[in-house]
Nanobody
Framework: QVQLVESGGGLVQAGDSLRLSCAASGRTFSSAAMGWFRQAPGQEREFVAAISWNVVDGGSTYYADSVKGRFTISRDNAKNTVYLQMNSLKPEDTAVYYC?????????????????WGQGTQVTVSS
């Protein structure tokens, strides 16, 4: 069964850090573009960060303006895992965070372009 499983969410205070993990199984995702999205209550799912795949340097990273400089996406292809390091968290970062995989190594901010999604992990940031 091909699946993505997120972990690492929780309740933190403003200014704290969290690291989300997305473990892929059932196939290799080393050549897939991987993304993180989030959805707050009553809002649409929005792009957070993505990482492409490149045989030379492992891939390029892309971020939403709202998280640029605070969040870092990375991947460990040997572990079939993608991470989202979140620093200087703000209450407005509160949302369910989803990991997504696109079976071609080109990133996009459009959620419709991703082929596989995890179940999500809740991140709550208190003020």
């Amino acid at each position: 069964q091909v699946q993505l499983v997120e972990s690492g969410g929780g309740l933190v205070q403003a200014g704290d850090s969290l690291r989300l993990s997305c473990a892929a199984s059932g196939r290799t995702f080393s050549s897939a573009a991987m993304g993180w999205f989030r959805q707050a209550p009553g809002q649409e799912r929005e792009f957070v960060a993505a990482i492409s795949w490149n045989v030379v340097d492992g891939g390029s990273t892309y971020y939403a303006d709202s998280v640029k400089g605070r969040f870092t996406i990375s991947r460990d292809n040997a572990k079939n895992t993608v991470y989202l390091q979140m620093n200087s968290l703000k209450p407005e970062d509160t949302a369910v965070y989803y990991c997504a995989a696109r079976y071609i190594p080109l990133v996009t901010m459009s959620s419709n372009a991703y082929n596989l999604w995890g179940q999500g992990t809740q991140v709550t940031v208190s003020s």
